[in-house]
DNA sequence: GAATCACATAAGCCTATGCTTATGTATTCT
DNA sequence: AGAATACATAAGCATAGGCTTATGTGATTC
């Protein structure tokens, strides 16, 4: 799991979709496509981009694959995020505190 | 400035290089090349597409042209990371804190 | 004011990427 | 066992994206 699979990952709009929909609770890829207007053989290219990136985890439970967000991927974003906390602007300015546990 | 542009613009190696540069300190692009091997107009293209992602931003000074962090990029990525915080692992928990006070 | 410098833009090429249709693979149901 | 369901994978296509070479533009220097 890279930090340039993450950000590739997140960079198509259908996938950033996908993953604020499983962050609002894990479900299968059939639900996620539910008022999506997406294939089913999209849904699961995107699904296996978004895991790779270790954004997303799988669970399968019988015939169908349960997904949910997974925290590794948001915490190398952090990660990212947190190495210009000298930029960051005065409202998250009480995200400094925290850094310190933060730092690899 | 939109989130779409934030992320893609994040997407590419090369520009996240010329980012972390420009983090460590302003410059014009001339220095931004310096030990890079990326041509000239490569370059011009991609800070092109940070500036309209709102992650960089430019001051001409006389033929040059100073390039810069922009916060206001930052902000909008601790926003997006923002949403995605009951996922958060425990080891950044206490960002929780301070997000009252990045919510739109 | 002509040459030079710093940078931006244009046009074209080549690869990456997201989609489609078709097919493969588990798992469940009858 | 056979059909159906849920999903993954393969192959092909069309567009997007990053690079190159060439040229344009604004500022400085001689």
Redesign the pocket.
């Known amino acids: 799991m890279m930090e340039n699979e993450i950000f590739?990952a997140l960079?198509?709009p259908?996938r950033r979709s996908i993953f604020e929909k499983l962050a609002a609770g894990g479900m299968?890829?059939?639900s996620l496509r539910d008022g999506m207007e997406?294939?089913?053989?999209?849904?699961?290219?995107?699904?296996?981009?978004l895991r790779k990136a270790g954004l997303v985890r799988?669970e399968?439970q019988?015939?169908?694959?349960n997904y949910e967000v997974d925290p590794d991927g948001l915490l190398l974003i952090a990660r990212w995020l947190g190495k210009y906390r000298a930029y960051w602007p005065a409202r998250i300015d009480a995200l400094k505190i925290l850094l310190k546990d933060m730092e690899p």
């Not at 294939?39 to 981009?49: E, F, I, K, R, T």
């Not at 019988?62 to 694959?65: A, D, I, K, L």
């Open positions: 590739r960079a198509d259908t299968n890829a059939s997406i294939s089913q053989p999209a849904m699961s290219q995107h699904l296996s981009v799988e399968r019988g015939r169908f694959v």
